[in-house]
Structure formats: structure tokens, C-alpha cells
């Protein structure tokens, strides 16, 4: 595999499992050395030996991105060990199945919290840590030469239309589009590019936690809520996580210099705009 990032130091969230873990496996086979953020300090691990296996460094740090006062001190672990960052994979993620009347306070914000204001903090914290890594000519320059950094956040195609019920996650998918936009207008004068993946059907964790809870609600059989909504793809097959990590890398490499404020559906063609 052609090695586009190397030795560059990126940084994934929620990565000990899922999605997560697939891009930050691609990542590095592409050349990358991973932070491994993530709030299951075991799954974390497990994902950062499978990444030394492939011959690259790895730091797994067990953090709630969900609390915001914990972000900046794991960019400053992260510096510590590898003295610089270069990409950043918003990925954490948390969903919940339940009817828009039936939402509490409580639902809103454990949703809302990971999702939205966590992504928002930790995309501010890596991109304050980017800025700083600038040459001083260029960091006070009206505008930066050359790429100097790749954010990628993690929409859902959830994002892209009203769900009835996962309204909070819908809410809070939509809004990373809109961060996604304003930050890569506030940090382009920097040349950092910023751009968001929406991931339809896959078969993860997360997507048994929805089979699981539509289920319940609507008294169907396990995996037919999953399957109900495969057919609805015009490719007819749920994404590999490979997939939503080829298009991650692809926005982490030089080929996607040119590309900022963006956000590509992976979901095998349902969402078309």
C-alpha cells in the first residue's frame, strides 16, 4: 500500500473499536503513527498493539471527550510523546434509538455531548496545537503556503435528514456539518483542510446497538432492522468499515490538498446530495 502520510502523527477518536479502528488500522499501513483516543481503556489497548504489529507507533490514552476539560490535557500527552500533530479522525460517537416524544434531558445531552460538543472541543484544542506547530513567517502570514494539517469529522448520513426516532443524534450529526464548514473557513488562512465523512449502514457495534433497540421498540427480530435498512442502498450491501476508511484516508492524504469544508457521503448511495 502506497504509504501517502508518512510518518505523519494522527490522532483517532473512538477508535478501540468500529469504525474507528478500521481508519486508524488504514492509517497506518499508510505510514501513519496513531493516537488511539478512546473512552474503553481495553479496547483501546488492543487497538494500539494491532497498530505497533503493523510497524508503526502507537499511544492508546483512555479519555471522555464528552467531558471538555479532559481534551487539552490529551493533546499535551500526545505532544509529549510524539512532538507534533498532523491529522485529526473526530470519530467518537454515541447513538440511542427512542421516540422524539419519549426524549429526556438526560437522553439529549449523553447524545449530544459526545457527538457534538466533544467533537467541537477536540477539533478546537488539536487545532490551537496545529497553529502553534507553524513557523512563526508563516503562522503571521495573511495565508499558509501549504497543507499543514487534515481534520476529518464524522457526520452520519443521520445528518442529512429528520429522524424520528434518534432526533438527538440526527441534531447533533447535522450540526458536525455545519462545524465542519466553519472550521475550515476559520483555520484555511492556515492551510489546514477540514472535512467531514457521513457513513451510512455498517456493520459495527453501533449498528447492533440500533438493530437491538428497534427491535425492542418495534418488537422485530434480531438483525432485521439491520436488514431492513440494507435494502433500502442502491448497492444492496452494508459499507465494510474498509470502506468508510479508504474515503478517511483519501481526505487525510496530499490527493485531497484541494479539498476543504466538505462532507462525503459513504453509505453505498443513499443520500445523493
Same mark, same amino acid.
Given at each position: ?29 499508510? *505510514? ?12 483501546? $489497548? #488492543?487497538?494500539? =498493539? /494491532? %497498530? +505497533? ?64 460538543? *466533544? ?12 497553529? $502553534? #506547530?507553524?513557523? =512563526? /513567517? %508563516? +503562522? ?83 438483525? /432485521? ?49
Amino acid at each position: 500500500m502506497e504509504q501517502r502520510i508518512l510518518n505523519k502523527v494522527a490522532i483517532v477518536t473512538g477508535s478501540g473499536q468500529g469504525l474507528g479502528k478500521a481508519v486508524a488500522l488504514r492509517l497506518a499501513r499508510e *505510514g501513519a503513527d496513531i493516537v488511539v483516543a478512546e473512552y474503553n481503556a481495553e479496547t483501546g $489497548a #488492543q487497538a494500539a =498493539e /494491532e %497498530i +505497533r504489529a503493523l510497524g508503526r507507533r502507537a499511544l492508546a490514552v483512555a479519555v471522555d471527550l464528552s467531558d471538555a476539560a479532559k481534551i487539552p490535557t490529551m493533546v499535551e500527552r500526545v505532544v509529549a510523546e510524539f512532538g507534533h500533530i498532523d491529522i485529526l479522525i473526530n470519530n467518537a460517537g454515541r447513538t440511542q434509538t427512542k421516540g422524539m416524544l419519549d426524549l429526556t434531558p438526560a437522553d439529549w445531552d449523553r447524545v449530544v455531548d459526545t457527538n457534538q460538543r *466533544g467533537l467541537f472541543f477536540t477539533l478546537q484544542a488539536v487545532a490551537r496545537q496545529m497553529i $502553534a #506547530q507553524l513557523p =512563526e /513567517e %508563516i +503562522r503571521n502570514a495573511d495565508r499558509a503556503p501549504r497543507s499543514f494539517g487534515k481534520i476529518v469529522n464524522f457526520s452520519s448520513i443521520s445528518g442529512r435528514g429528520g429522524r424520528p426516532f434518534s432526533a438527538h443524534y440526527a441534531a447533533a450529526k447535522a450540526a458536525v456539518i455545519s462545524i465542519t464548514r466553519s472550521a475550515a473557513l476559520g483555520l484555511a488562512r492556515y492551510n489546514i483542510n477540514v472535512n467531514a465523512v457521513a457513513p451510512g449502514v455498517a456493520p459495527t457495534q453501533m449498528w447492533d446497538q440500533i438493530d437491538r433497540e428497534r427491535g425492542a421498540l418495534f418488537g422485530s427480530k434480531p438483525g /432485521e432492522a439491520f436488514a431492513n435498512f440494507v435494502e433500502t442502498i442502491p448497492l444492496k450491501r452494508p459499507a465494510m468499515p474498509e470502506d468508510v476508511a479508504a474515503a478517511v484516508a483519501f481526505l487525510c492524504s496530499p490527493d485531497s490538498d484541494y479539498i476543504t469544508g466538505q462532507c462525503m457521503n459513504v453509505d453505498g448511495g443513499i443520500e445523493m446530495d
